[in-house]
């Protein structure tokens, strides 16, 4: 009795290898097919936040809507001042500078990260 348990232990133990084997064998061929390339979202971030940062002072400007420069001003030192501060959270500097004029708005943005620098000039149109 004793060698018949020892020899379904061994064919346990064969069958448990040739099946570890064959998966093996199976993930090496199928692995360079099955990994997703992550690094365009990574690349993304830099583009995602200064589009975020671009729309969002649009939206400032156009929510303000007043002829008073000083308010215009605090409210635009204000979002300058936070977007700094999440850009150097993040890793990335962040140049934001504002003209007020009678008319428009002009800014000039400038990101730079360790994979790329965006820079970006536009005119706001008060109303």
Request: proline share 2%; glycine share 2%; hydrophobic share 45%.
């Amino acid at each position: 009795m004793l060698s018949l348990s020892s020899k379904k232990a061994q064919f346990f133990i064969l069958t448990a290898v040739v099946i570890v084997g064959v998966f093996f064998t199976l993930s090496k061929y199928i692995t360079p097919y099955a990994f997703v390339d992550t690094s365009r979202a990574v690349d993304a971030g830099e583009i995602f936040f200064f589009d975020n940062v671009k729309e969002k002072a649009i939206k400032t400007v156009e929510i303000i809507n007043s002829t008073d420069d000083t308010e215009l001003n605090n409210t635009l030192q204000e979002y300058k001042t936070l977007v700094q501060e999440v850009a150097a959270d993040k890793g990335f500097n962040l140049v934001f500078d504002y003209r007020i004029n009678t008319e428009t708005v002009n800014v000039t943005m400038i990101l730079t990260s360790e994979k790329s620098i965006l820079k970006s000039d536009f005119s706001i149109p008060r109303d």
